[in-house]
């Protein structure tokens, strides 16, 4: 029962807004310029002191790609000058070293992952030398034990990279597809051929990869039923580990990329509706569990276990079983949970690299966390990760906190999503339903006092 999805239409279209994904709570939204390079070096230093140090999860973030995609919306440097990618790296060495000074020698660090842009932009030797670098500065796992995962784009790799990458250290492999049909790659700028991503995807398993992840997105220009369904069909007959399927946020006015797309050839929200519906039957139909929100896993993955377990965490990677680890974010515009607090370094590539020519941590804004920020964080946690939460066990973690006296004003708003059959609450839990599972983000919503004032509708993508 645990992994039961019922699709509303009616209930989907009442509740369906502008909201956040929470890889964070509070959101990037909320952070302020305030927060400074020395409220960091703060934080790490009381991580450092605590008594035993959580170990440590390491983003790489590496912005340059080959070619854009005009649906893209990350922090991406589109070029064929490599010379940007080199210099860009001197400068990343030199943030590793900055980092690895100021953390513990000892804490191990349990998860790595690079992310993008592409990181496969990247030529072996400087891939090598990167975590080399890493492994220099920070204390690397010897064996295959931790999560070690790159993001690729199959068009820029060739299927014996996947070995010199697994030879690297990573045992997990996330590739991007987003759309089989040549139509819709024509409409998105992302030619590429279902041959080339099945020859990685099976260079992968050669390799033994621990996981492998691909990235799909239903609401691209030109996509219909009949094509997205042709699409899924060919994904699951290669059989990944984990899904990820996310909803197209047409947001040009934010995504420079996104004007090329012709919004007269994006499908209408009755028809992303009936894509959507399509997903998630075809995908637990073929054996997948719904982990929540866009991600979908297979029974035996570690996702779903942790999930079954209670113990999986969501994060600026997504879903992740490894909660407890402090982020340590490399790059520019990475952002880092360290502690009790969220810090971001500079978005702008001259101003990042300035900073750390100075020998300067570049963190431009953040947020320290008060007691009612963790509070909400872990109920948010809770609620996109396992649907539930134990409203004694809560209370018992929050220092005999009463959750119906605290959360007195969001309980009362709760009573029409309850009518509607979104969430259950009795004394002992609350508990989100069937129904109101693909209406997580909605729900999470009324507990967020960082919406307060906020025009989700054009800040955030709808959660549908």
């Given at each position: ?40 070096r703060e934080a790490v230093q009381r991580s450092n002191d605590d008594l035993i140090p959580a170990p440590l999860s390491l983003y790489f973030h590496i912005p340059f790609c080959n070619t854009v995609c005009f649906y893209c919306g990350c922090n991406k440097i589109a070029t064929k000058n490599y010379t940007l ?308 066990g809560f209370e018992a973690q929050w220092r005999g906190l009463s959750f119906a006296d605290y959360f007195a004003n969001e309980l009362a708003s709760l009573s029409d999503l309850e009518e509607d059959g979104l969430v259950r609450l009795s004394e002992h839990q609350l508990t989100v339903s069937a129904k109101g ?28």
């Amino acid at each position: 029962m645990w992994n039961t999805i019922e699709f509303d239409h009616a209930l989907i279209r009442r509740y369906d807004q502008g909201g956040p994904r929470y890889t964070s709570y509070p959101t990037a939204a909320s952070f302020t310029g305030r927060f400074t390079a020395t409220d960091y070096r703060e934080a790490v230093q009381r991580s450092n002191d605590d008594l035993i140090p959580a170990p440590l999860s390491l983003y790489f973030h590496i912005p340059f790609c080959n070619t854009v995609c005009f649906y893209c919306g990350c922090n991406k440097i589109a070029t064929k000058n490599y010379t940007l990618a080199t210099g860009y790296l001197e400068t990343l060495y030199l943030e590793i070293a900055l980092q690895g000074a100021i953390y513990d020698s000892d804490r191990k660090v349990e998860q790595l992952h690079w992310g993008g842009g592409t990181p496969t932009f990247l030529n072996r030797s400087d891939m090598q030398r990167l975590m080399q670098e890493t492994r220099r500065h920070f204390n690397l796992r010897d064996d295959d034990g931790g999560d070690y995962s790159i993001e690729i784009d199959p068009r820029s790799v060739q299927p014996d990279d996947i070995q010199f990458l697994r030879e690297l250290g990573f045992n997990r492999f996330s590739l991007g597809v987003q759309d089989l049909d040549e139509q819709v790659q024509i409409a998105v700028n992302r030619i590429q051929p279902i041959q080339q991503t099945r020859a990685i995807i099976d260079a992968c398993r050669a390799a033994d990869a621990r996981s492998i992840n691909i990235d799909l997105i239903y609401g691209l220009p030109r996509q219909t039923l009949a094509s997205f369904e042709q699409t899924l069909d060919a994904i699951i007959r290669i059989q990944p580990d984990r899904l990820s399927v996310f909803n197209y946020a047409h947001l040009p006015a934010l995504f420079k990329p996104q004007r090329r797309i012709n919004a007269a050839e994006l499908p209408d929200p009755e028809t992303k509706l009936a894509l959507l519906k399509m997903i998630i039957e075809k995908l637990t139909s073929a054996g997948y569990v719904y982990i929540g929100m866009d991600h979908f896993a297979r029974p035996e993955d570690e996702l779903a276990e942790a999930q079954r377990r209670g113990e999986l965490h969501r994060n600026f990677q997504g879903y992740s079983t490894h909660g407890d680890c402090d982020i340590v974010a490399m790059g520019v515009s990475a952002i880092s949970k360290v502690n009790d607090v969220y810090s971001q370094n500079s978005k702008q590539l001259d101003s990042y690299s300035e900073g750390i020519q100075d020998g300067r941590f570049p963190v431009v804004r953040g947020i320290r966390l008060s007691e009612d920020d963790q509070i909400r964080r872990d109920l948010i946690q809770r609620l996109t990760c396992n649907f539930a939460i134990d409203i004694p066990g809560f209370e018992a973690q929050w220092r005999g906190l009463s959750f119906a006296d605290y959360f007195a004003n969001e309980l009362a708003s709760l009573s029409d999503l309850e009518e509607d059959g979104l969430v259950r609450l009795s004394e002992h839990q609350l508990t989100v339903s069937a129904k109101g599972r693909l209406l997580v983000r909605s729900i999470c919503m009324l507990f967020d006092a960082s919406l307060k004032n906020v025009d989700t509708s054009n800040r955030f993508s709808r959660v549908i």
